[in-house]
């Protein structure tokens, strides 16, 4: 089975990273904690110590508009945060 995963780039991310060597990607929400070890060790070449698995639920959002109130949901997805080994690093932005 294939599965997706992209990084996720944001400033909580990037501290967590600078600070603790941790990754964090968005995956598929059937991958579990092995295959996405498997999946990261192979795309980028490095070492993982450690995965740790939430799901993030969709949040309800509303907007005023010209023609009343809009009501929708954000999708849930699946984050996954890699520890890996030290002296290590993952570089997102090499092939831009």
């Known amino acids: 089975m294939d599965f997706q995963i992209k990084p996720i780039v944001t400033e909580k991310a990037t501290r967590l990273t600078e600070k603790l060597n941790k990754y964090t990607f968005r995956v598929s929400p059937d991958a579990n904690k092995?295959?996405?070890k498997a999946l990261v060790e192979n795309l980028y070449g490095v070492k993982v110590v450690g995965v740790n698995t939430m799901v993030v639920r969709g949040k309800n959002k509303s907007r005023y508009t010209k023609s009343g109130l809009l009501r929708g949901k954000t999708s849930s997805y699946k984050k996954a945060i890699v520890t890996i080994a030290e002296g290590e690093t993952i570089?997102?932005?090499s092939n831009i």
């Open 91 to 93: 570089d997102f932005y």
């Open 34 to 36: 092995y295959q996405i």
